[in-house]
T-cell receptor, first 110, second 115 residues
Framework: GIQVEQSPPDLILQEGANSTLRCNFSDSVNNLQWFHQNPWGQLINLFYIPSGTKQNGRLSATTVATERYSLLYISSSQTTDSGVYFCAVPSNFGNEKLTFGTGTRLTIIP | DAGVTQSPTHLIKTRGQQVTLRCSPKSGHDTVSWYQQALGQGPQFIFQYYEEEERQRGNFPDRFSGHQFPNYSSELNVNALLLGDSALYLC??????????????FGPGTRLTVL
């Protein structure tokens, strides 16, 4: 099955800093989702992005499907950005299982 | 517009017992998927239900079974609980589309502890 790897595994930043999280996948995909998992376990949808670039406030994401990677940018980090960030890709057969990456744990220090 | 809901929030069971977890999908969604997330890992796909049938299954034993009701809500049942079944169980809903993959939305999860 498809493999999804994320880097870095851990990131500790000062409040106000910018960060880039990377997601690599082993096979072509027809879509990709980024999630933020808060300390209570809730997975919050950030982006649904098969290709190109999307922006939502301080966050933006870029997926280059032909090169099998996606990037999540967080600017002007706030303490509420802390948590684990996951990317996930579906199988190539339609609305089926998501395979999640290994996650990046982001800690923002005041 | 209510999002995905799950119950209960937390559950403590002993080895060998059986457990049932429940999920109500987001309004307008007809497909429910279940995931298991062990501590420090990403969620792992258990199975997916559409039109009251299991569409696809991940690498989980038959002790894990499910059901979808006519109102699209779903249950996850786990029999003969093992210590290793302790995890956060997440439900996701989506709307099956003819064009392929559609965005999945997750509930808050049920944290199961097996003693």
């Amino acid at each position: 099955g498809i493999q999804v790897e994320q880097s870095p595994p851990d990131l500790i930043l000062q409040e106000g800093a910018n960060s880039t999280l990377r997601c690599n996948f082993s096979d072509s995909v027809n879509n990709l989702q980024w999630f933020h998992q808060n300390p209570w376990g809730q997975l919050i949808n950030l982006f649904y992005i098969p290709s190109g670039t999307k922006q939502n406030g301080r966050l933006s994401a870029t997926t280059v499907a032909t090169e099998r990677y996606s990037l999540l940018y967080i600017s002007s980090s706030q303490t509420t950005d802390s948590g684990v960030y996951f990317c996930a890709v579906p199988s190539n057969f339609g609305n089926e299982k998501l395979t999640f990456g290994t996650g990046t744990r982001l800690t923002i220090i005041p | 517009d209510a999002g995905v809901t799950q119950s209960p929030t937390h559950l403590i069971k002993t080895r060998g017992q059986q457990v049932t977890l429940r999920c109500s999908p987001k309004s307008g969604h007809d497909t429910v998927s279940w995931y298991q997330q062990a501590l420090g890992q990403g969620p792992q796909f258990i199975f997916q239900y559409y039109e009251e049938e299991e569409r696809q299954r991940g690498n989980f034993p038959d002790r894990f079974s499910g059901h979808q009701f006519p109102n699209y809500s779903s249950e996850l049942n786990v029999n003969a609980l093992l210590l290793g079944d302790s995890a956060l169980y997440l439900c996701a809903s989506s709307r099956l589309g003819l064009a392929g993959y559609n965005e999945q939305f997750f509930g808050p999860g049920t944290r199961l502890t097996v003693l």
